[in-house]
Nanobody, 119 residues
Framework: QVQLVESGGGLVQAGGSLRLSCAAS????????MAWHRQAPGKQREWVAG???????YYANSVKGRFTISRDNAKNTVYLQMNSLEPEDTGVYYC?????????????WGQGTQVTVSS
C-alpha cells in the first residue's frame, strides 16, 4: 500500500522560507517521479514542481527561481524548499507519486500540509 506523508508546513511571514518534506512508502521510491501541488482557498489545485527518477526538475512559472524540489532516494523522501515566500503561496501543499520515471501521471497523493504566508 502506497503512503505519502507531507510535513513541514506552517505560518511564515512574507519573504521567509519553509522546507516541506514528503515521505513515501509502499513502492520502490527511486524509480518513480514525484511532484508537489498546492490548493489555495476557493481555487483549484495547481501543479507546483516535479522531479523525475533521474533527478531532472520542472517548475511552474509562478515559483521558478524561488522554490527548489529535490529528492533523497536513501530516505524515500522528496523535498520542496520554498524561499521568498509571498502571501499568494498560501495553501495546502500536496505531494504526488507517479507509476513511471516521469512525474506524470499523478497516481498517488498525500494528505497535504498547510502553508500560510502572512503579509
Amino acid at each position: 500500500q502506497v503512503q505519502l506523508v507531507e510535513s513541514g508546513g506552517g505560518l511564515v511571514q512574507a519573504g521567509g522560507s519553509l522546507r516541506l518534506s514528503c515521505a513515501a512508502s509502499g513502492r520502490i521510491f527511486s524509480i518513480n517521479g514525484m511532484a508537489w501541488h498546492r490548493q489555495a482557498p476557493g481555487k483549484q489545485r495547481e501543479w507546483v514542481a516535479g522531479i523525475n527518477s533521474g533527478g531532472s526538475t520542472y517548475y511552474a512559472n509562478s515559483v521558478k527561481g524561488r522554490f527548489t524540489i529535490s529528492r533523497d532516494n536513501a530516505k524515500n523522501t522528496v523535498y520542496l524548499q520554498m524561499n521568498s515566500l509571498e502571501p499568494e503561496d498560501t495553501g495546502v501543499y500536496y505531494c504526488s507519486q507517479s507509476q513511471s520515471g516521469g512525474y506524470l501521471p499523478y497516481k498517488y497523493w498525500g494528505q497535504g500540509t498547510q502553508v500560510t504566508v502572512s503579509s
